[in-house]
């Protein structure tokens, strides 16, 4: 059973009543940045994919290839 027109009506009032139109737009503008923040980290995010990934394999590449030097050997001698 989904509420009436009337029932949302009276929701609507009530929380109008509760917190005011200045405190409802605020929250509204606080929601809306949130979520352009959210969308716009998240194209960020499927943007850097590719650069992470070919820099991990670049990293894993010259880790393997180098060397110890002589920090890794002093620490492991402590």
Same mark, same amino acid.
């Given at each position: 059973?989904? &509420?009436?027109?009337?029932?949302?009506?009276?929701?609507?009032?009530?929380?109008?009543?509760?917190?005011?139109?200045?405190?409802?737009? %605020?929250?509204?503008?606080?929601? /809306?940045?949130?979520? !352009? /923040?959210? !969308? @716009? @980290?998240?194209? /960020?995010?499927?943007?850097?994919? &590719?650069?992470?990934?070919?820099?991990?394999?670049?990293? @894993?590449?010259? %880790?393997?290839?180098?060397?110890?030097?002589?920090?890794?050997?002093?620490?492991?001698? @402590?």
């Amino acid at each position: 059973m989904a &509420p009436s027109i009337w029932q949302l009506l009276i929701v609507l009032v009530i929380v109008l009543l509760l917190f005011g139109t200045k405190r409802l737009r %605020n929250i509204g503008g606080d929601l /809306g940045g949130a979520i !352009r /923040g959210f !969308r @716009s @980290s998240m194209k /960020g995010k499927a943007e850097d994919a &590719p650069e992470a990934e070919q820099l991990a394999e670049e990293n @894993s590449a010259a %880790n393997k290839s180098s060397e110890p030097t002589e920090d890794k050997d002093k620490t492991a001698a @402590s």
